[in-house]
C-alpha cells in the first residue's frame, strides 16, 4: 500500500503573521477555516510541493517554533535563495557540509559556498519563519535510482521543463554525433532520456 507524506503540521504562535510570512513567499493558500473561535486550521502549499503545510489554533501540542529539518527541495538553489530574499524570508548563504553525505545537525560542518562539484544532493540554505521554525533549502538536479516512478514524471514549472529539455538536446546532440545520422524520432528520443533523468534511472540515454 502506498503511503505517501501529503502534511506537515508547523506550530506558530500568531496565526496571521505566519500566514503573510508564507504568502509572501509565493506559497499557495488551500485553506483557512475557523469553525469555532478556539480551532482554526489554515493550510499553505509551497510552489510545486505535492506536500503542504498546517497550522493554526489548537492544531498542534508542539511550542511554537520548535519545528526543525523541514526540507525544499529545488533544481537551482542560488535562483532560490533570491526568491526568498525577495519574500523576505531572510535565508543563510548558501553551503554544503564538510563531509559531502548529508549536512549536520544546526550549523555544525556547514562550508560555505555550494557544494564544489555541484553535485545533486550536496548544497543547502537555511531560513526560518517569523517563530523560529527552521526550514532548508536543498539542490536537487538529478535524483538517485529508484527515488522518482517513472510513469509519473512531472516537472514542477516551466523553468525546471525548460532545462530538462535543455539537458536532452544537448544529450541528444552527442547521440547523433555517435551514431553518424538524424535521428527522425527525435521527440521520442527527449521524452524517454527527460523520465530517465527524472526517475534516475540507468542508463539516462535511451539506446
Same mark, same amino acid.
Given at each position: 500500500?502506498?503511503?505517501?507524506?501529503?502534511?506537515?503540521?508547523?506550530?506558530?504562535?500568531?496565526?496571521?503573521? %505566519?500566514?503573510? !510570512?508564507?504568502?509572501?513567499?509565493?506559497?499557495?493558500? =488551500?485553506?483557512?477555516?475557523?469553525? #469555532?473561535?478556539? !480551532?482554526?486550521? $489554515?493550510?499553505?502549499?509551497?510552489? *510545486?510541493?505535492?506536500?503542504?503545510?498546517?497550522?493554526?489554533?489548537?492544531?498542534? +501540542?508542539? %511550542?511554537?517554533?520548535?519545528?526543525?529539518?523541514?526540507?525544499?527541495?529545488?533544481?537551482?538553489? @542560488? %535562483?532560490?535563495?533570491?526568491?526568498?530574499?525577495?519574500? &523576505?524570508?531572510?535565508?543563510? @548563504? $548558501?553551503?554544503? #557540509?564538510? &563531509?559531502? $553525505?548529508?549536512?549536520?545537525?544546526?550549523? #555544525?560542518?556547514? $562550508?560555505?559556498?555550494?557544494?564544489?562539484?555541484?553535485?545533486?544532493?550536496?548544497? !543547502?540554505?537555511?531560513?526560518? =519563519?517569523?517563530?523560529?521554525? &527552521?526550514?532548508?533549502?536543498?539542490?536537487?538536479?538529478?535524483?538517485?535510482?529508484?527515488?522518482?516512478?517513472?510513469?509519473?514524471?512531472? !516537472?514542477?514549472?516551466? %523553468?525546471?521543463?525548460?532545462?530538462?529539455?535543455?539537458?536532452?538536446?544537448?544529450?541528444? &546532440?552527442?547521440?547523433?554525433?555517435?551514431? *553518424?545520422?538524424? =535521428?527522425?524520432?527525435?521527440? =521520442?528520443?527527449?521524452?524517454?532520456?527527460?523520465?530517465?533523468?527524472?526517475?534516475?534511472? +540507468?542508463?539516462?540515454?535511451?539506446?
Amino acid at each position: 500500500m502506498d503511503m505517501k507524506l501529503e502534511v506537515v503540521v508547523v506550530p506558530v504562535s500568531d496565526v496571521d503573521r %505566519a500566514k503573510d !510570512f508564507y504568502t509572501a513567499l509565493g506559497w499557495r493558500l =488551500d485553506a483557512d477555516v475557523a469553525p #469555532d473561535s478556539g !480551532f482554526r486550521v $489554515v493550510q499553505m502549499t509551497p510552489p *510545486g510541493s505535492p506536500a503542504s503545510v498546517i497550522f493554526g489554533t489548537a492544531v498542534t +501540542e508542539q %511550542a511554537p517554533g520548535s519545528a526543525r529539518g523541514l526540507h525544499l527541495v529545488v533544481s537551482d538553489i @542560488e %535562483a532560490a535563495r533570491k526568491e526568498l530574499s525577495r519574500g &523576505g524570508a531572510d535565508p543563510s @548563504e $548558501v553551503f554544503h #557540509d564538510a &563531509g559531502g $553525505v548529508f549536512h549536520h545537525a544546526g550549523t #555544525d560542518a556547514r $562550508v560555505s559556498g555550494p557544494d564544489p562539484r555541484r553535485a545533486s544532493y550536496g548544497s !543547502f540554505l537555511s531560513f526560518s =519563519d517569523p517563530d523560529g521554525n &527552521g526550514w532548508l533549502l536543498q539542490e536537487i538536479t538529478t535524483r538517485l535510482p529508484g527515488r522518482l516512478d517513472p510513469a509519473t514524471t512531472s !516537472f514542477a514549472s516551466a %523553468a525546471d521543463l525548460a532545462g530538462a529539455l535543455r539537458r536532452a538536446a544537448a544529450a541528444h &546532440g552527442e547521440h547523433e554525433a555517435r551514431t *553518424g545520422a538524424e =535521428d527522425p524520432d527525435w521527440p =521520442d528520443w527527449y521524452a524517454q532520456y527527460m523520465v530517465n533523468e527524472r526517475a534516475g534511472t +540507468e542508463p539516462t540515454s535511451p539506446s
